[in-house]
């Protein structure tokens, strides 16, 4: 499976925007980019996916870079319920494989007021 | 209305019981999964069930067999618990596959399994 690199932590003040990278040099040319989070004590929540195109939904944005070996989720305005481990997870197209979510460790958001 | 439900909630029991996590979905959804989170906050999946069938079985002990009854149930069974086992169990349900990659999976709040 194509890996993901994301960092640890990431701290955000509150109603600012926040930039969350990843890094997927080895992705194929038909995995998907997908996002989620987990907030304390709670399951995983889908966020956001894209193929190759930026792509952006009431939750966030999602920015693939060109080569697509990396992508940045933005939240545009963070707001204390944005504090969780955002995910970026790498989907196959097709086959048994794109059915699961293989998740790495994460970056921890923490949002100050 | 709970989308993913699961049950309990809780779960507390000694080394060698035999016990059962349960998840619903009212979503109307094909495939349903479970994964496991570790004590160090690893997520794995355990299991993938597409209409009724299995389709990913990670190595996982065969003391873990799930069952789905119907395609909006996907319950777990573990024998001969260990402490190893202790975690929490997350079920999650998605729509099948799309010309557009896989849908995205909706997770249930957990079951937090300890196991003494």
């Known amino acids: 499976d194509a890996k993901t690199t994301q960092p640890n932590s990431m701290e955000s003040n509150e109603e600012e925007p926040v930039h969350l990278p990843c890094n997927h040099s080895?992705?194929?040319?038909?995995?998907?980019i997908h996002w989620y989070r987990q907030l304390p004590s709670q399951g995983p929540e889908y966020v956001i996916h894209g193929l190759t195109s930026n792509v952006n939904n009431r939750m966030a944005s999602l920015a693939i870079a060109e080569d697509r070996k990396s992508s940045t989720l933005i939240l545009h305005r963070a707001t204390l319920r944005d504090a969780a481990v955002y995910y970026c997870i790498l989907r196959a197209h097709s086959g048994a494989g794109s059915y699961q979510l293989t998740f790495g460790k994460g970056t921890k958001l923490s949002v100050i007021p | 209305d709970t989308a993913v439900s699961q049950t309990p909630k809780y779960l507390v029991t000694q080394m060698g019981n035999d016990k059962s996590i349960k998840c619903e979905q009212n979503l109307g959804h094909d495939t349903m999964y479970w994964y496991k989170q570790d004590s160090k906050k690893f997520l794995k999946i355990m299991f993938s069930?597409?209409?009724?069938?299995?389709?990913i079985n990670e190595t996982v002990p065969n003391r873990f067999s799930p069952k789905s009854p119907d395609k909006a149930h996907l319950n777990l069974h573990i024998n001969s618990l260990e402490l190893g086992d202790s975690a929490v169990y997350f079920c999650?349900?998605?729509?099948?596959?799309?010309?557009?990659?896989?849908?995205?999976?909706?997770f249930g709040p957990g079951t937090r399994l300890t196991v003494t």
């Open positions: 999650a349900s998605s729509l099948g596959l799309s010309e557009g990659g896989a849908y995205e999976q909706y």
């Open positions: 080895t992705i194929s040319g038909t995995d998907y």
């Open positions: 069930y597409n209409n009724k069938e299995l389709i």
